[in-house]
């Protein structure tokens, strides 16, 4: 037996406290330190949704597989737009006009004017068709009825009408009348007014799931795209710009636009009939 071992070195050690206790026992061991600890796992992120509060809208996540369900939709609105917004009107006139008598950018700066004119009445037209629907759901087939039948008429009557340069010509005026006159060219016509709730709250009846923003966001592009490229073209092109070619292409949309009244006419015929 050692020295370390002996019954004497073992009280000596526990009287001045310098030994191990026979009742000793190890210290627990310290916890990892903070950036030495194992990470949580992650759950994986949910599509992201935004504005649903204010809206009703849903802003599916990028890359996701709504996006891409949603593309129809867009494309649906986009088209729809284009074929409204390229017969000749006042709002078209203006555009052009200025871009016949403007330099470029001035003519640019017009149709900009006109374009978020032309997509604050469309936004308003289609909210103020939707809070009416949800309020009153009976209204979906009546919107549909008198929608389709409201876009077969407009068709038709471009169809039929000849294009003509006479309108829109005051535009040689400082800018901020062509704001206000822009405004009162867009907003200040009852029958816009009327034919825009009227069109979009039908289509809005046939929308599925969350179309709401593809939807109006491929008929604000349309407004975008059209204005700003009428405005170029015009700039450009000049004098080979004639009533023969406006009436053609009124005649184009105006097909277009009747296949879209037939077709709110068939979702009407659908759910009623199943």
């Not at 309020?135 to 294009?163: D, H, N, Q, S």
């Not at 040689?172 to 069109?199: C, E, H, R, S, Y």
Request: with cysteine; net charge positive.
């Amino acid at each position: 037996m050692g020295q370390s071992d002996s019954p004497r070195y073992l009280l000596l050690n526990q009287a001045t406290g310098m030994g191990p206790s026979p009742t000793h026992q190890a210290p627990a061991p310290s916890p990892l330190p903070a950036r030495l600890a194992y990470p949580k796992p992650q759950l994986p992120r949910q599509p992201v949704k935004r504005y649903e509060h204010l809206t009703g809208w849903c802003l599916p996540a990028p890359n996701s597989k709504e996006c891409l369900s949603m593309l129809p939709v867009f494309l649906q609105g986009l088209s729809l737009g284009l074929a409204f917004l390229a017969p000749i009107g006042m709002q078209n006139l203006f555009v052009i006009n200025s871009a016949l008598s403007h330099t470029f950018g001035r003519a640019l700066a017009t149709s900009l004017v006109v374009v978020f004119w032309d997509i604050s009445l469309g936004v308003t037209c289609f909210l103020g068709a939707g809070a009416l629907m949800d309020a009153f759901p009976w209204l979906k087939k009546i919107m549909l009825g008198l929608g389709g039948l409201l876009v077969i008429y407009i068709g038709i009557g471009l169809i039929r009408t000849e294009a003509s340069l006479d309108g829109g010509k005051d535009v040689n005026q400082p800018f901020l009348k062509i704001i206000v006159a822009a405004f009162v060219v867009t907003w200040l016509n009852p029958q816009a007014l009327i034919d825009g709730t009227m069109m979009l709250g039908a289509f809005r009846a046939t929308l599925p799931a969350g179309g709401d923003l593809p939807f109006i966001l491929g008929f604000t592009s349309a407004s975008f795209i059209w204005f700003n490229g009428l405005a170029i073209a015009s700039n450009l092109l000049g004098a080979k710009i004639n009533t023969r070619v406006l009436t053609w292409l009124n005649r184009l949309c105006g097909v277009v636009i009747i296949c879209y009244g037939t077709k709110l006419l068939f979702d009407l015929a659908r759910m009623i009939f199943g």
